[in-house]
Every structure is written in C-alpha cells, then in structure tokens.
C-alpha cells in the first residue's frame, strides 16, 4: 500500500503523456522520487513539458488514496510497471502505461496468442458480416481477442468471440469503471465475466477525446498482431494499426471493394505491405507455426453457415466429424504442463464434451477452465467443436 499510492499518484495527475511518465520513471527510478521532486528536478530529470512539470507538483494524496479504496471494493485490481503479473509484451512497448486498471481477470497475455481486431464505428453490412466471423473463428482457434470495444467492428468481434466461448480483453479509452459507448453495458459485463477489462484510466476520470487513440497502443502492445476489419483513411482504426507498425506487430487487413470509402483505410495498408485476410482461420494460419498451433482445418474450426433472424442468430455446422475416442495421454507429457491444464485434460474423458461437463469433472471454476481450455487449444492438445464442446486430440 504505502508504495502503491505513489503509482496511483502518477496515473492520477491529468494532462501529462504516457511517454513523459515513463520517462520520469526510468530516469528517476520510480514514482516516489517523482512525487517528491520539484519542478526544477523534475526538467533536469527528463524534456518535461513545462505545462506537465507545473501538473506533476500537484502532490495531493487524496484521490490516490480514494482510488485504492473503490478500486478494493469493487474488485478492480492495480497493476504496476513493477509487477510480474503486468504482461511483458505490453512492457516493451515505447511507452507502456505506467499503471494498468484491471477489472476481471487478466488472461495469460504472453502466453497467448493474443491478437487485436479493431476496426470503424460506422461499420457497413460487409464489415459486421466481416468482424463477426473473424472474432468468432479467433476465438474458435484458440486466440485471445482483444479489441477497444467501441461501436462497430470492435463490438461485433468481441460479441461474436464470447459467443464462441473465447476469452477477451476489451481495452478502454475511458476511466475504468465507465462504459462508452452505454448502450454496450451487457457487453462490458460479458468481457469481464470471461476475461477482463483493461485501463489506464482511474476510476472517475473525465475522458478527452485524444484518450482513445492513446489507448490503441495498448490493444497493439498486448497483442501478437492485429486484424483491421474495416476503416476508411485517416481514422482511428489506421492510428490503431500504426501503432502495430511502431511496436513491430502483424498488421493484416480484410480487403474491400476498391470505391468502398469505408474500406479505403485496408486497402491502403495492403498496398503499404499489410496481409490480406478475409477469415480468422487465416491469421490464425499466419502463426501456426510459431504457436505450436496445428495447421487449421475443418476439423479446427467449423464450417458454418449463418441464418440471420430479427430475434436470434441460428448456426448450422456443416463439418463432417469423424467419431474417435479422446486420445491418450502419457503421465510424462501431463507433467510438463501446468497443474490447471492437468485437470482440465483428466477431466476430459469422452468426445465432444460440453465445457459444463468439463468444468464439473475438473473440479475448477469456469474462468479457470475456460482459460485452460484456450491454452490447451494454443498449444494443440484441444479442439473446439459446436455448442462449446471439447475433444482431447494429442
């Protein structure tokens, strides 16, 4: 606690750059010496702006102090730059928050293939139709999804990964007890039952409009790399797939027709060197090979068609399964493997079992379950097939 509320301190002080309080931290190792430091000290440490120098003497404890206390209630926990749970990708990024909101429960990012899928607000027909199947084929695979859950694309794969039973990270551009867009409240509940909310953002921070392209960074910086699905020039989304660029991330991008506005952003990043992919088993094939991941097939991720109805969304599978018994498993190759994916697969004693079956038989808790229900697909033990059913394969 008492090192914590000068971390807190920092991530409270209004107008100062991700980059300026990075900077101070590593020239003046750590948040203390910046909260005691004056402005002199604070310009002779690194090239503060004069504007963010008068902002950090603002030595008021009171809202740090305030920000621990709601956050402990209401089970939002405060991760540092000093902190070994803080993902590491994210660590290495130019200018990594210095303080990480977290409200759900972080999945194992480094761990994960975790790949971001942004794409406009203003999403048309082809890029709903689009951002559905590659967050829900995503998740089918095995990847961790994460995305800025604002309007459009972004909303629509995160939506369609839950569906699937994948785990999430939605990433605000808002203080973290705030939900931007309102309307995508059952949402942000959902991301945080089967995953977890991130911020940088204390909670009853007022939200500048310039917040949420600081927050693209992290959806790049969490991630393996990142799908555009669809984004006219000069937009938020291309600011979002920048950031890949700078942080030397994957950029793949669903192509569009050559007059479609909405689509000029992709097609211009195609031309400026991005991957073309027009379905999640193909980004999810780009990293096969660097995962461990099998190469995706039918038996993968499912071939479905998708009957669109005004109340609900019904989904035909049209893979032909063969009928095979779980396979099984040598104590040696069990060892090797973390004691939560150990249960998980003992537990998995027939074909095509229902995750409610699985989590029962393991003896786990859902969120723990799932989580090693993803691994285990990552690294190639598990398939997914229909209705969140689990098949032992290596």
């Known amino acids: 606690m008492a090192r914590l509320k000068y971390w807190v301190w920092l991530s409270c002080v209004p107008g100062v750059r991700p980059i300026t309080k990075y900077g101070l931290l590593e020239a003046m190792d750590g948040p203390e010496r910046i909260f005691f430091a004056d402005k002199d000290q604070l310009l002779a440490a690194y090239p503060v702006k004069p504007a963010e120098a008068d902002r950090l003497t603002d030595k008021a404890m009171d809202r740090a102090v305030r920000t621990i206390s709601f956050c402990e209630e209401h089970g939002i926990s405060i991760l540092t730059l000093q902190d070994a749970t803080y993902p590491e990708r994210l660590r290495n990024i130019p200018d990594p928050p210095a303080v990480l909101y977290v409200w759900g429960k972080l999945p194992p990012v480094d761990e994960a293939l975790a790949l971001g899928v942004v794409g406009t607000r203003k999403a048309t027909p082809y890029g709903v139709k689009m951002a559905s199947l590659i967050g829900r084929e995503l998740a089918q695979g095995g990847a961790l999804v994460v995305s800025g859950l604002a309007e459009g694309c972004d909303s629509v794969a995160m939506e369609a990964a839950l569906r699937a ?158 009928e095979r018994a779980p396979e099984k498993l040598s104590d040696d190759a069990l060892k090797a493997l973390p004691p939560l994916q150990q249960a998980v697969l003992r537990a998995m004693t027939a074909r095509d079992m229902h995750a409610d079956d699985i989590i029962a038989a393991a003896g786990l808790s859902a ?23 689990y098949t032992r394969i290596k």
């Open 165 to 322: 039973g994948g785990l999430t990270v939605g990433v605000l551009g808002t203080a973290i007890d705030q939900v931007y867009p309102s309307k995508n409240k059952k949402l942000f509940e959902a991301v945080k039952a089967q995953g977890c909310l991130i911020s940088e953002y204390p909670p009853h921070s007022r939200t500048f409009p310039q917040d949420f392209k600081v927050r693209n960074r992290i959806i790049t910086g969490l991630s393996l790399g990142v799908v555009v699905v669809e984004s006219p020039l000069h937009s938020g989304t291309q600011n979002t797939a920048g950031h890949a660029l700078e942080q030397d991330r994957d950029v793949f991008a669903v192509p569009g027709n050559a007059d479609a506005a909405a689509s000029a952003g992709c097609n211009a990043l195609i031309a400026q060197g991005a991957v073309p992919v027009t379905s999640g088993a193909e980004v999810l094939e780009a990293y096969s090979g660097r995962t461990g991941l099998s190469p995706l097939s039918a038996a993968a991720i499912p071939i479905k068609k998708q009957i669109d109805k005004p109340e609900d969304i019904v989904y035909i599978d049209l893979t032909e399964r063969k």
């Open 367 to 389: 969120r723990e379950t799932l989580a090693a229900l993803t691994m285990l697909q990552v690294t190639g033990y598990v398939a997914q097939g229909a209705g969140k059913r």
